[in-house]
């Protein structure tokens, strides 16, 4: 089946601040899914939420193959179980609240795609019309960056429709008022791959850091094989933003400015002999 890149076009956080009653979830308070899937309310605007959404808060949504431990950038396949990881980095806030959606592309019709568990502490998964959300419970106090991880099940079936994970993201102030909050929201599209890719070792440790990133990132390589690698870097969009090859004897180092580069996510790959790892990292 043809591969096709991931696009992330909706988010899967919708964050609350101390005062609100949305500190235990929207659904909880009767305000449904605000995901922005198939006919539903986009962001925090409107219905007593916390305003229209601001680009401060960066979102960044990636599934991670559990059996490979490597971020997947080729599509689903049916029937697995990948780790969702969910952040919202925005520096100036510190709680933060979410809500996620995966729902099938079956036009205007809201169809639930795979399933989620794992749920994890002060987060839940609720219903909400024909979909499962998984929403906060409670404020999530943290400054800066927050992420967290469920497990997703894809669906059973070869070839069925492309997956939307749509999100939004709310980074609040904590001064009792939803003034000054800033959510934004993402959605992210995976086609159906049945096509396996090579991996790089597990044994190979590879480190990104820091992460989120300001100026310069860092990579570095331990108890690696010898020879060349290649080492890119992708925005969201799939274009490469930096690309370098290293001769790796075991270990190896290196570090890429990122100064120009605009908010947001991105793709590190290394590559070896066509097996690939890849890690995501976060501009801010």
């Known amino acids: 089946m043809k591969k096709r890149m991931l696009i992330f076009s909706g988010s899967i956080l919708l964050f609350s601040a101390l005062s609100m009653s949305y500190s235990t979830g929207p659904i909880t308070q009767g305000q449904g899914n605000h995901t922005g899937s198939q006919g539903t ?9 916390h305003g229209a959404n601001n680009n401060n808060t960066t979102i960044i949504i990636s599934l991670t193959d559990t059996v490979t431990n490597t ?6 396949q049916p029937g697995k179980t990948y780790r969702l990881d969910l952040s919202g980095v925005n520096s100036a806030m510190t709680k933060y609240g979410f809500q996620l959606s995966a729902v099938r592309d079956s036009g205007s019709v809201e169809v639930q795609a795979g399933t989620f568990s794992g749920a994890p502490v002060n987060t839940a998964i609720k219903p909400s019309g024909n979909l499962l959300i998984l929403e906060h419970t409670a404020k999530l106090n943290v400054t800066g960056f ?3 991880s469920i497990f997703w099940t894809s669906p059973s079936i070869p070839g069925v429709d492309t997956i ?3 999100a939004t993201v709310n ?4 001064d009792n ?5 800033q959510p934004n929201s993402a959605k992210k599209v995976y086609a159906p791959n049945t096509t396996s890719v090579a991996t790089l070792s597990a044994d190979i440790k590879i480190a990104t850091y820091p992460n989120p990133v300001t ?3 860092n990579i570095s390589l331990e108890n690696a094989d010898s020879g060349t690698y290649s080492i890119r870097v992708f925005d969201m969009n799939g274009k490469v933003v930096a690309n370098q090859t290293a001769t790796v004897n075991k270990s190896y180092s ?3 400015n990122t100064a120009a580069w605009a908010n947001g996510m991105y793709h590190v790959q290394l590559q070896k002999d066509g097996a690939k790892r890849t890690i995501a990292v976060a501009k801010q």
């Open 177 to 181: 008022t939803a003034g000054g909050d």
């Open 71 to 76: 971020i997947v950038l080729d599509g689903w």
């Open 146 to 148: 927050y992420n967290t």
């Open 41 to 49: 309310a986009i962001g925090c605007a409107g219905g007593g939420c």
């Open 164 to 166: 939307e994970f749509y």
């Open 254 to 256: 290196t570090s890429i």
């Open 171 to 174: 980074a609040v102030n904590d």
């Open 215 to 217: 100026d310069k990132l």
